[in-house]
């Protein structure tokens, strides 16, 4: 059993490729080798360069690995199909190259769940034909991930998105066969949410395939939840805490993934506001810290 640490572009502020704020990809990449990590994930597809060649040479010469990457897109939205087969293509493409293993699906923020994120009781659902079609699409990607690049696929529920709750997650892979979609589980999205990541990875840990390693401050969370504040707004209030100082108990995630003998990635993702006062190398550096402090 091998578990290896990652880190990804969003722990730099880069959640959309076409952002202006984003910093250059080549200081991330320098950053996330810096702050002692041996991988690091794509980052929306276009982000870092898709010429295979020059995106090789700069992982080697910072001597990282590409774990895997996400595509985040609006599966929820039947208009939004080409966009999301577009970067799913291309996100897979890009993988390939680089011989990564983790295809990662989230649905992206919707205006319709976004005010009752981390209120499970009162968010919106979809009736059952919008919600055979939203299944039927992630289905899709997954089977073209899985069978035509073989490539590992997770769903990873988000904060806002019609795939962020429990019960909703599992009724997804009650419905979509194992052998295409796993679960890349993260630990952060799950405590937003309002429910126990440990419980949750206890009851489903043989089909997790891969992490995500988030934690949660609880005081901005409960803020952020009664004043019904947006996703991006909380992450700039810091809901997104370094490791270990949050509610998310990783000692005992430590613990099950190493009792199940986990062999893989974990990925540290931070979500932070790139505007802010913040520094992404320090929080990257004290959260590898403290992960080999609990023995990663």
């Not at 429910?195 to 409960?222: E, L, N, T």
Request: aromatic share 10%; glycine share 8%.
């Amino acid at each position: 059993m091998t578990i290896e640490i990652g880190n990804a572009p969003c722990s730099w502020g880069v959640e959309f490729a076409d952002d202006p704020r984003n910093p250059p990809w080549r200081q991330v990449l320098s950053d996330c080798a810096e702050a002692g990590y041996r991988g690091i994930e794509l980052g929306p597809v276009g982000f870092m360069p898709e010429d295979p060649a020059v995106l090789a040479d700069a992982l080697a010469e910072f001597k990282l690995s590409l774990i895997g990457g996400v595509v985040f897109r609006p599966f929820h939205d039947p208009q939004a199909w080409d966009e999301v087969l577009d970067a799913s293509r291309r996100t897979c493409r890009a993988l390939v190259a680089h011989g990564a293993r983790h295809l990662v699906l989230i649905d992206s923020i919707s205006p319709r769940r976004a005010p009752t994120a981390g209120r499970a009781d009162e968010a919106e659902q979809m009736d059952t034909a919008e919600w055979t079609a939203f299944r039927d699409r992630i289905a899709t990607i997954a089977r073209m991930g899985a069978e035509d690049y073989g490539l590992t696929v997770g769903i990873h529920a988000h904060a806002a998105g019609f795939m962020d709750f429990e019960p909703e997650l599992e009724r997804l892979l009650d419905e979509v066969d194992d052998s295409i979609l796993k679960i890349c589980f993260d630990t952060g999205h799950h405590s937003y949410a309002g429910f126990d990541p440990v419980a949750f990875m206890k009851q489903h840990i043989g089909r997790i395939s891969y992490m995500h390693f988030k934690d949660i401050d609880p005081v901005v969370k409960a803020s952020v939840i009664e004043n019904r504040t947006g996703f991006y707004d909380a992450c700039g209030q810091g809901i997104f805490c370094n490791l270990g100082k949050g509610d998310v108990d990783f000692a005992a995630v430590r613990q099950l993934l190493v009792d199940a003998g986990f062999d893989g990635w974990c990925t540290v993702e931070q979500d932070c506001d790139p505007t802010l006062d913040v520094s992404p190398l320090a929080d990257a550096r004290a959260n590898r810290a403290y992960l080999a402090s609990i023995g990663f």
